[in-house]
């Protein structure tokens, strides 16, 4: 991806990045995105579970809430996705940051039209958050047409975007050297606690493993 005026970095280029396969490992392994948009009230940013398929990136929300009404008719959207891999601590309060990996998209969205497209779409963003929830034993069961119509699906093609990483440690200055106080960096991981079934499950079921959903918690950076 080359580019645009919008994903030109005005501080430290060099922690962007335009490498698709880079943009795509972020956004899987994301569990929320963030989408901005213009209404007449002013600017709104909300947050939405996703997935990608391809270079497309499916985004789902109520089908007459203002999201997808508003991207719906075409409006312009920034989609962005962070993770925070840890804090990073100088020896000077003011070069204290984080390390982070951020993507951002710009771009529009189409509405998924047929319900039933639309149903699969949504059972695509289940299986993506929890790998194998609607297959196996005890799956649950997936959408139907009637949920579909009031759960609606987008697509947004990934055409313009870039992406930022901080690593590494603080930028102290030589002044700071002599400084007594620990500097380096704390890695933050999320992690997938124990299963909690609620009043109905009880323990009628197993609780489940899904082993590739908490390994996507776990991944070390």
Not at 45 to 56: A, E, F, K, S, Y
Not at 112 to 129: F, G, N, Y
């Amino acid at each position: 991806m080359s580019r645009s005026a919008r994903t030109t970095a005005q501080r430290y280029p060099e922690r962007v990045t335009y490498d698709r396969d880079d943009v795509y490992a972020i956004l899987d392994e994301a569990l929320t995105v963030h989408v901005g948009f213009n209404t007449d009230l002013g600017p709104v940013v909300i947050p939405t579970l996703h997935m990608r398929v391809g270079d497309q990136l499916l985004l789902h929300g109520s089908a007459f809430g203002r999201f997808i009404t508003t991207a719906a008719a075409g409006a312009p959207l920034c989609v962005t996705a962070t993770l925070i891999d840890g804090v990073i601590l100088g020896r000077a309060s003011s070069h204290h940051s984080a390390a982070y990996r951020s993507v951002m998209i710009f771009g529009q969205a189409e509405p998924v039209e047929d319900v039933q497209e639309r149903a699969d779409a949504l059972a695509q963003v289940v299986e993506s958050v929890i790998p194998g929830r609607l297959s196996g034993p005890y799956a649950a069961r997936r959408p139907s047409v009637e949920e579909a119509k009031y759960t609606a699906c987008l697509t947004m093609a990934i055409e313009e975007f870039s992406m930022k990483v901080r690593a590494g440690f603080a930028r102290d200055e030589p002044k700071d050297d002599e400084v007594e106080s620990w500097a380096g960096w704390i890695p933050l991981d999320t992690v997938a606690g124990m299963p909690v079934p609620d009043a109905i499950t009880g323990d009628r079921f197993p609780a489940p493993a899904y082993d590739s959903a908490i390994h996507r918690f776990r991944q070390d950076h």
